[in-house]
């Protein structure tokens, strides 16, 4: 039997992120996203929040605890986890996440609020990105078609 796991949501991060380093040396960031649910009850008048923890590991942690904050808005692809463990007083505790596989930007930096630092001798656009230029005289290697009923489309 085929099985699916993949889970994408976008919502604010709850606080700052919190980098580690396992023993091994891998980075690994844990952090929660509110998220609000798409449907409400009517007669409360708010709308319902769920709150989804997110371990991200290596590039994508550092990534995360480099550019997000608390109150940013951000998108996440994973996979949903669980994991059981025994406590200090032998209960067993259950914990349920989302495993990062992406992570990315909602908001464009201008929108966020970020600034980026200025180029050192001012801005740099190559021609391939200006404006394009339109010639109105005729090309020389066109061939006027006298009759289009002779295409076949």
């Not at 994508?60 to 997000?68: H, T």
């Not at 067993?92 to 201008?110: C, G, H, L, M, W």
């Amino acid at each position: 039997m085929a099985s699916f796991n993949k889970v994408i949501l976008i919502g604010n991060m709850t606080a700052d992120p919190e980098l580690r380093q396992t023993a091994t040396g891998l980075s690994v960031c844990s952090f929660t996203i509110a998220v609000n649910r798409r449907f409400s009850k009517a007669d409360q008048g708010q709308q319902n929040v769920d709150f989804i923890n997110i371990v991200a590991w290596r590039q994508q942690a550092e990534f995360v605890s480099r550019y997000f904050k608390k109150g940013n808005p951000i998108l996440i692809c994973g996979q949903l986890q669980t994991r059981t463990w025994t406590d200090n007083q032998n209960q067993k505790r259950y914990a349920t996440e989302v495993q990062a596989d992406e992570v990315s930007f909602v908001t464009s930096a201008a929108q966020s609020g970020a600034q980026s630092a200025p180029a050192a001798n001012g801005s740099y656009t190559p021609d391939a990105y200006g404006a394009p230029a339109f010639n109105s005289a005729p090309s020389v290697n066109f061939e006027e078609i006298p009759n289009d009923g002779d295409l076949p489309f």
